[in-house]
């Protein structure tokens, strides 16, 4: 799948996951500075909303409609992951009563990007990771993965949230 990025071609690297897989494991930076693990969240049905920076529209209305759509819905954790330091992510949510979600940063976890096939790896936006939303189930198992191919297009929110049902 080709990828672009306000309608020019970006360069991105690794293979994103794909239904019926086991997700690959993580560590990332929660807003409180800790580790956040997938592994820590099982059990549960995850969200994986992956994108380039809190500071960008596109990226911050998925934060919101993440937010209002997945929040209320029992054992559903969204993650909401980007390369953008904690801090950055925790002020935007604190501003907006941003309470349903979770933010992570991938700053710390090089091979996060690369794992999960969302690599932006030539140009002004190498090491960002382009937009993708993954959903995975109690067990780890990918049940909807969807790689968005431009990059300035929200996700598919409702066939995200049918996943999850």
Known sequence: MSITFQGSPVSVSGTLPQTRQIAPNFTLCAADLSDITLESLKGQK?????????????????????NEKASA???VTVLCISADLPFATDRFCGAEGIEGVKTASCFRSPSFTED??????????????????????????????????????????????????
């Open 46 to 66: 995850v969200v994986l909303n992956i994108f380039l920076s809190i500071d960008t529209p596109v990226c911050a209305s998925s934060v919101r409609t993440f």
């Open 116 to 165: 999960y096939g969302v690599n932006l790896n030539q140009g002004a936006l190498k090491g960002l990771a382009t937009r993708a939303v993954l959903v995975v189930n109690e067990e780890g198992i990918i049940v909807h993965s969807e790689l968005v191919s431009e990059i300035t297009e929200e996700p598919n929110y409702e066939a995200a949230i049918a996943a999850l049902g």
């Open 73 to 75: 819905l029992d054992n």
